[in-house]
C-alpha cells in the first residue's frame, strides 16, 4: 500500500477571464489529487489526512472513496475546509490565492500507526506548511523514513503561504535525510535555491525535476542524469499535472518492485525512461482537461 498523507482542500477555479468570472468548486489539494490519481491507476492507496464534517469535506471524502482510495487514517474536525482561488494564465498554468487559517488540515495529528502493509508514504504542499499541523506531518516523514519506508516528497512551493522564505529553505534540508525520492518542478527547483547534486548528497536516493512541456529529468545517485521529453497536448489548464507525475512514479516503482532505496538505486537508464515516459504520457492526458483529473490506467496502457 501507498499511503498519501497532506491536504485536501476545495479549488475554486474561474471558469473564463475577468476578475468577477464564476468560480466552479473542484475536490483539490496536492496530496489529495496524488491519492485520487494513485487510485485511479491501481495502486492500492490510502489518504491520511483531516477532512472537515461541513459539506466540502464530505464531498472530499467521498471522492476518496469513489476513486477506491482507503481513508482508515482520515482524521475528522468541525473546522472548515481549506479554499484555494486559482487563477489561469493564457498557457493554462494555475497560481493560487488560499484560505487556510483555522482549518481542518490545520489540525491534523501524527497517526500512531499506519496500515500494516504499508510500502511508501507521499509528503507535500501546504501540509509541510502551516502550524501546528505541519510538524505532525514532519514528525510522520522522519518516521516512516526510520521504520525503513519508502518516502516521496513534493514541496510544492507556494510562496503566498511561505511568510520566512529562509527559514522554509532551511527545514526542506532537515527533511532530506529522511526522503528516498524528492520531486520537485523546474519553478520549485529555482525557488529553494539548490542543485539536484546537493538534493541527493543530502539524503534523497534521485531527483526527479518537472519541467512542464520540456518533459521530466532524473537525477541518480551514480550520477545518471535521465531526460525524457513532454508530449504535445492541448493544454486545458495544468492543474494537477505534478500530482499526476508523483502518482505515476509511485505506480510505477511500485509495479517494479522498486519502492525502497536499494531498488531504486539499482535501476538501469532504460528503466528510468520507460517510468519518465509514463509519468510524461500520464501527465499530458490531466493538462488535457479542466481540473485535476487524472487518467485511469485504461487510458495508458501497460507500463
Request: with cysteine; charged share 15%.
Amino acid at each position: 500500500m501507498i499511503v498519501v498523507a497532506g491536504e485536501a482542500l476545495i479549488d475554486l477555479v474561474p471558469q473564463e477571464p475577468g476578475a468577477l468570472a464564476p468560480l466552479r468548486p473542484a475536490r483539490g489539494g496536492g496530496p489529495y489529487n496524488t491519492a485520487v490519481a494513485l487510485a485511479r491507476l491501481g495502486s492500492r492507496t490510502a489518504f491520511c489526512s483531516r477532512l472537515s464534517t461541513d459539506t466540502y469535506g464530505q464531498a472530499l471524502l467521498d471522492g476518496l472513496h469513489t476513486a477506491g482510495v482507503e481513508t482508515p487514517t482520515v482524521q475528522r474536525g468541525p473546522e472548515p475546509t481549506p479554499l484555494a482561488l486559482a487563477t489561469l494564465d493564457d498557457d493554462g498554468s494555475a497560481a493560487y490565492t488560499f484560505h487556510v487559517e483555522g482549518t481542518a488540515d490545520r489540525l491534523f495529528t501524527t497517526p500512531t500507526t499506519l496500515p500494516k502493509d504499508t510500502l511508501a508514504v507521499s509528503f507535500g504542499t501546504c501540509s509541510l506548511v502551516l502550524e501546528p499541523g505541519a510538524s505532525a506531518y514532519e514528525e510522520l516523514l522522519h518516521h516512516s523514513a526510520a521504520q525503513g519506508l519508502f518516502t516521496a516528497l513534493d514541496p510544492n512551493i507556494r510562496p503566498g503561504l511561505i511568510p520566512d522564505p529562509d527559514a522554509y529553505r532551511t527545514r526542506f534540508r532537515t527533511w532530506l535525510p529522511s526522503v528516498t525520492l524528492l520531486k520537485l518542478s523546474r519553478e520549485d527547483a529555482t525557488w529553494l535555491g539548490g542543485t539536484p547534486q546537493e538534493w541527493l548528497a543530502a539524503g534523497p536516493s534521485a531527483v526527479v525535476i518537472t519541467q512542464g512541456a520540456d518533459g521530466l529529468t532524473a537525477f541518480t545517485h551514480d550520477g545518471g542524469v535521465h531526460v525524457t521529453p513532454g508530449e504535445k497536448v492541448d493544454v486545458v489548464d495544468t492543474i494537477g499535472a505534478g500530482d499526476t507525475v508523483n502518482a505515476a512514479l509511485l505506480h510505477g516503482l511500485s509495479l517494479s518492485d522498486a519502492l525502497s532505496v536499494r531498488a531504486l538505486e539499482a535501476m538501469t537508464p532504460a528503466e528510468w525512461q520507460t517510468l519518465l515516459r509514463f509519468a510524461a504520457h500520464a501527465a499530458a492526458i490531466t493538462c488535457s482537461r479542466a481540473g485535476a483529473e487524472p487518467p485511469y490506467l485504461a487510458e495508458l496502457g501497460t507500463l
